[in-house]
């Protein structure tokens, strides 16, 4: 694949960013046996214990209480007074997160996890939430405060609902066929051009010898990245957090890149490229990290900036890549200590573009340019729609989580330049 595939571009626009608590298909289901349950015992509500069947919290709990293990929502207490109203809640509170909870742990006096209401109310208004017994070292977020940092938390092997590759798989056969079907049909065009027998071409890695200085490269690290990721998202809430699904969604992206580059093989111009290859492994290979590692996905973001040219947008050659920034992007939004500071709107980026290398300007005797950048970037998505609960405003902050807006950034790079 030699350019940036409109369909891989477009995903960041279809993952929907994670909910302020948990995503619903993250609530393990009553017949786990893992139950989470509100109950009314004193200052606060808090929830039974996590090891316990859901037919048992049912049948000794004192009402009202609020059972997430069979419903996704509690209403405000007071409406009904009844079953499923729990004082303090807001009405639309998302599941809570069982698959965080149980890999805390016991609390201090050896009682299983529990999750209970802060006493206090938050600034403004709202609950907030904490496991009971054990303060607030997994941190503390109120309803629709963004992205929360367990997304890479997964429930254990052996409690996992969906276990080994094949049943994850499952999760997104259909997306699987869809982008397989789509490299196909690209190859079925490549086939009524001039083509020659499968071939191998070393095409090297950054050099200024190289096509494309190297762009080409972090072209297909974040075009399999960005696939890992959409498939994860599916395997993810599909399988309720089941561990092992970033591995599998990185293996499946792999995959279907390891098989568009056999067409590559058979282009006049390009050849089976052992560098693609690498380099779809590693962007895989990022995306497994950040859905794993705790708190990484929050921090640490691969992005790509297009900036125009005189023709807005190049689809294909030389000026499509030149138009290619990527970078890292260490988040302020990531760190809570931020939360209330103008800094938490901003990123420190270090990145890479060339320029300089179409053939036009070879031709002319001008040397190709590589600029390895460092900068400060303004967090569009955290920005705008940082705590936005909408459907609309959490797609919009997946897709900057992907894309950095252009002229939102400060670099100085190898070459002496500053701007952006």
């Known amino acids: 694949m030699k350019r940036i595939c409109g369909p891989l571009l477009g995903l960041a626009a279809v993952v929907g960013a994670v909910p302020a608590l948990a995503d619903t298909a993250d609530v393990p289901a009553a017949d786990r046996s893992v139950g989470s349950m509100l109950t009314n015992t004193g200052d606060a509500p808090v929830s039974a214990s996590l090891t316990a069947p859901a037919a048992a919290i049912r049948d000794s709990a004192p009402a009202p209480y609020c059972d997430l293990s069979a419903q996704d929502t509690c209403r405000v207490g007071g409406l009904d007074q ?11 509170v998302p599941g809570w997160d069982l698959a965080r909870l149980a890999a805390a742990g016991p609390s201090p006096d050896g009682n299983p996890a529990a999750l209970a209401l802060e006493p206090d109310l938050g600034a403004d208004g709202t609950a907030r939430y904490r496991l009971a017994d054990q303060g607030c070292g997994l941190a503390c977020y109120p309803p629709g405060s963004g992205i929360p940092d367990d997304w890479a938390d997964h429930v254990p092997a052996d409690q996992s609902r969906t276990r080994g590759f094949w049943k994850q798989a499952g999760a997104v056969k259909t997306e699987s066929l869809l982008f397989l079907g789509y490299f196909s049909s690209m190859t079925v065009i490549k086939l009524t051009k001039d083509t020659k ?35 994860h998202d599916r395997i993810h809430r599909r399988t309720e957090a089941s561990a092992g699904d970033a591995l599998t969604a990185g293996l499946i992206a792999s995959g279907l890149m390891l098989y568009n580059e056999f067409s590559d093989g058979i282009e006049v111009d390009s050849g089976w490229s052992i560098q693609d290859v690498a380099m779809n492994f590693a962007g895989a290979g990022f995306s497994v990290l950040r859905n794993t590692v705790p708190g990484l996905k929050e921090k640490l973001a691969f992005k790509i900036e297009v900036i125009p040219n005189g023709q807005i947008y190049s689809h294909t050659g030389k000026k499509h890549y030149e138009q290619q920034r990527f970078m890292l992007s260490l988040r302020g939004a990531g760190f809570h200590q931020l939360d209330n500071s103008p800094l938490r709107y901003l990123d420190l980026q270090v990145g890479y573009y060339a320029s300089d290398f179409t053939n036009q300007d070879r031709e002319a005797g001008i040397e190709p340019k590589r600029h390895l950048f460092v900068g400060v970037g303004l967090n569009l998505g ?16 997946s897709v900057l989580d992907y894309f950095q807006v252009p002229y939102t950034s400060l670099r100085y ?7 952006n």
């Open 82 to 92: 009844g079953e499923g109203a729990v004082p303090g809640l807001a009405e639309g």
């Open 413 to 419: 790079d190898t070459t002496g330049r500053f701007g």
């Open 197 to 231: 027998a499968f071939h191998f071409k070393d095409e090297g890695w950054f050099g200024k010898d190289t096509d494309n200085i190297g762009i080409d490269k972090l072209t297909h690290a974040f075009n399999t990245y960005l696939l890992a990721e959409f498939l």
């Open 382 to 397: 955290e920005l705008l729609f940082g705590k936005s609960t909408s459907k609309l405003g959490r797609a919009a902050y």
